[in-house]
Every structure is written in C-alpha cells, then in structure tokens.
C-alpha cells in the first residue's frame, strides 16, 4: 500500500485527507520532534505532507511528492528537494482569513471590544442615552491589499461588497472587478497614503521580507490601520512596535508574528517586543484560516494528489514538476 507521512502541523488534517482519499493510502503523522524516530516511515513514504522543509528530514529514495499542506513557501528550501520529487501546495484558506479580515475591519470602525469591554464593567459611554460619541461604520472606508492572489482577491470581494472602496499593489499587472484601482508594485507607496486600513496578503520572500519598515509606515496616514494576515516579518518588529506605541498610526490588527511554538518552547511570546500591552492593537495566535472549512477544502486537495499519485493523473497547485 502507498505510504504518506503526515508531518508536524500537516497530521492536523489527517481525518479530512482520510474521508476525500479515493485509492488506498496508509497516512502515518509524525510529531514535530519525532522525525529522527520516524525514520522507518520516512523512507517507506511515497509522499511527505508537510508545512516545512529542510536539508535535515531523513527522505527516503522513494519519495514522488513534497505536498506543502498550506499556501505559503517561506518554510520549504526547494533547493533542498531532491530533482525527482514533485513539489505542490494546497489551497482552500482565502474564504476563513477574508472573513476575518472584513471581521476586524468592521470591529474596528465599529470600537466593538472598546464598547463591549466598556459596558460590561458597567459604563454607558458609548451610547447616545449617554451622548455618547458616535462610532464609524465600514461602508465608504478605503482598504489597500498588498498582494492580489486568490486571498487578496476574497478580501476585495468581501470587501467591496459592504460598500467598502478596494484599491490594490500586486507585483504582477492583475485587474479584479471588485478592485477600483490597481497600483503597480513601483508605485506602492503612493496607495499607502490613501487607505484607512492597510491588508497585507502577500508572500514572504526575499524581496517582501521587511517590507514595512519605518519608512513606508510613516507614509501612512495618523488614522490608518494595519491589518497582516500574511507573515510576520513583511513588516520590521520593532519599527511596528514603535510606530503603533507612539501612536503614529492608529493601530493593527495582527494575526501573525515572529515567533511561533516549537517543542522546546510550546507557548513563547509572539515577538520579542510586548505588543500584547498595546491598547490599539488586535492580536490573534495565526488563527484566521483554521477553520473547518479549511480542513474539507485542503484536505481534499491534498487527497486529489495523492490519488492522482496513485493513479498516475495529473497533480494539481504545481508548484514545481519532477524532473527525470
């Protein structure tokens, strides 16, 4: 029977890989601080699900298939899979993280945790019984999405359709109906001046790494927020930290970070500067697309390459093709 090691985080999707699978597979997960013990597996494995990849994991010779068991690649090094292995990734989390985007969007304008909080301990001081000032509302704010792939462009939809005015950067020339103006990668700066909140949707890599840094967040209006569904280290740690302290833009909404959990430190801080203490920032644990329709949408795209493995079909979301 084929063999499929499930590693780390990628074990999570295990049962829904298991109810879309339509040729026999033996799905063996493998802890995060297991590979060296799973060895045995490893080699046996015809393909290795996984969210990371380095030089380290012990692969064995009949290895076809790296599955990357989300979107992003800044955790794979390619230059470590070996030519003959076929390299995909997987889908299926725009429709959480462009609900959750458009959820801190309008909690923001509508001052929802501030007026919640508020009146649970007993305050009226958000309502007009107690003249209260008035909160905003979403429809008629600007939103720029740095980075127009499948996700910026759920975020667009959703957008647009509360009455919200989309403008976009991609780094690729791409037009979407729910866009009202696109900027070009070159011209970033010139959207960033013009947006009450600023969504970063894009991959992480080489040229996106510290994207914002002080300079670029300077360019951003007082009353601007900063919305990262995307990687942590797009923007520089500790000119966000400042920029957000010293109240220099509104504030963010962030849902990524810098550090994450590893076995050797299972609950870290997120960063190394104390965002958590900032009164004009949403914070999250890297949640926005896990939810359960994330688990059926990527765990049958997972399975329809393992049967396409299988069955000797065409994979799907090829993200670089075996070479003989």
Same mark, same amino acid.
């Given at each position: 029977?084929?063999?499929?090691?499930?590693?780390?985080?990628?074990?999570?999707?295990?049962?829904?890989?298991?109810?879309?699978?339509?040729?026999?597979?033996?799905?063996?997960?493998?802890?995060?601080?297991?590979?060296?013990?799973?060895?045995?597996? !490893?080699?046996?494995?015809?393909?290795? $699900?996984?969210?990371?990849?380095?030089?380290?994991?012990?692969?064995?010779?009949?290895?076809?298939? /790296? +599955?990357?068991?989300?979107?992003?690649?800044?955790?794979?090094?390619?230059?470590?899979?070996?030519?003959? #292995? *076929?390299?995909?990734?997987?889908?299926?989390?725009?429709?959480?993280?462009?609900?959750?985007?458009?959820?801190?969007?309008?909690?923001?304008?509508?001052? /929802?945790?501030?007026?919640?909080?508020? !009146?649970?301990?007993?305050?009226?001081? !958000?309502?007009?019984?107690?003249?209260?000032?008035?909160? +905003?509302?979403?429809?008629?704010?600007?939103?720029?999405?740095?980075?127009?792939?499948?996700?910026?462009? *759920?975020?667009?939809?959703?957008?647009?359709?509360?009455?919200?005015? #989309?403008?976009?950067?991609?780094?690729?020339?791409?037009?979407?109906?729910?866009?009202?103006?696109? =900027?070009?990668?070159?011209?970033?700066?010139?959207?960033?001046?013009?947006?009450?909140?600023?969504?970063?949707?894009?991959?992480?890599?080489?040229?996106?790494?510290?994207? !914002?840094?002080?300079?670029?967040?300077?360019?951003?209006?007082? +009353?601007?927020? /900063?919305?990262? $569904?995307?990687?942590?280290? /797009?923007?520089?740690?500790?000119?966000?930290?400042?920029?957000?302290?010293?109240?220099?833009?509104?504030?963010?909404? @962030?849902?990524?970070?810098?550090? =994450?959990?590893?076995?050797?430190?299972?609950?870290?801080?997120?960063?190394?500067?104390?965002?958590?203490?900032?009164?004009?920032?949403?914070?999250?644990?890297?949640?926005?697309?896990?939810?359960?329709?994330?688990?059926?949408?990527?765990?049958?795209?997972? %399975?329809?390459?393992?049967? %396409?493995?299988?069955?000797? +079909?065409?994979?799907?979301? @090829?993200?670089? *093709?075996?070479?003989?």
């Amino acid at each position: 029977m084929n063999e499929a090691v499930l590693f780390g985080m990628a074990a999570a999707y295990e049962e829904s890989i298991r109810a879309a699978l339509r040729t026999p597979w033996r799905l063996l997960p493998v802890p995060e601080d297991a590979a060296a013990e799973a060895g045995a597996a !490893f080699a046996r494995a015809r393909a290795l $699900v996984t969210t990371r990849f380095d030089r380290s994991f012990p692969l064995g010779s009949g290895l076809e298939l /790296l +599955q990357v068991a989300g979107a992003g690649l800044d955790a794979v090094d390619l230059d470590a899979v070996p030519a003959r #292995v *076929a390299v995909c990734n997987a889908y299926g989390h725009e429709e959480g993280m462009a609900e959750y985007v458009v959820l801190a969007i309008l909690a923001w304008r509508h001052r /929802l945790f501030a007026m919640v909080e508020s !009146f649970r301990a007993g305050s009226w001081r !958000f309502s007009g019984h107690a003249h209260g000032p008035p909160h +905003q509302e979403a429809a008629g704010a600007v939103v720029g999405i740095v980075g127009l792939g499948r996700l910026g462009r *759920a975020i667009a939809d959703k957008a647009a359709a509360l009455g919200m005015e #989309v403008l976009a950067c991609n780094r690729t020339p791409r037009t979407h109906p729910a866009v009202r103006a696109f =900027y070009s990668w070159e011209r970033l700066d010139e959207l960033l001046p013009r947006v009450d909140f600023l969504v970063l949707a894009c991959a992480l890599d080489a040229a996106t790494r510290g994207l !914002f840094d002080a300079d670029r967040l300077a360019r951003l209006r007082p +009353q601007a927020v /900063l919305v990262n $569904v995307a990687r942590g280290p /797009l923007c520089v740690e500790a000119d966000l930290f400042a920029a957000l302290k010293e109240k220099r833009i509104a504030g963010a909404v @962030l849902d990524v970070w810098w550090r =994450y959990p590893s076995p050797a430190d299972p609950a870290p801080r997120p960063s190394a500067y104390p965002f958590h203490e900032l009164d004009n920032v949403i914070l999250t644990p890297h949640a926005s697309a896990w939810t359960e329709g994330l688990f059926r949408r990527r765990g049958a795209q997972i %399975a329809h390459n393992l049967d %396409a493995l299988a069955t000797g +079909q065409p994979l799907i979301n @090829l993200v670089r *093709a075996p070479m003989s």
